[in-house]
């Protein structure tokens, strides 16, 4: 049951992003991304969290986030997407 609340919140978070309700997602995926239970890959929660940022204009958070993957997560195939979207990010 929790699996499924979890995965309705991720739901709400992304289209709480493609309608520019970018403050609302965010604080959605940060609740998600503070979950330990195992049922939701941390990771991935990170990944978007760290896009949405982006897509706010919150360079800083979004390059926190991504260093936070990097970190976290090294083994994690969302590590290579993180390191991508840093590298994106010193180039601009």
């Known amino acids: 049951n929790g699996l499924y609340v979890q995965m309705a919140r991720l739901g709400l978070a992304e289209a709480q992003a493609q309608t520019g309700q970018y403050d609302q997602a965010i604080e959605t995926l940060t609740s998600l991304s503070q979950q330990n239970d195992g049922q939701v890959p941390v990771d991935g929660v990170?990944?978007?969290?760290?896009?949405?940022?982006l897509d706010a204009g919150k360079r800083t958070e979004a390059e926190q986030?991504?260093?936070?993957?990097?970190?976290?997560?090294?083994?994690?195939?969302?590590?290579?997407?993180?390191?991508?979207?840093?590298?994106?990010l010193k180039r601009t």
């Open 46 to 53: 990170l990944i978007r969290l760290g896009r949405t940022y």
């Open 65 to 88: 986030t991504f260093n936070r993957i990097v970190e976290e997560f090294p083994d994690s195939p969302f590590s290579a997407d993180a390191r991508r979207e840093l590298d994106q």
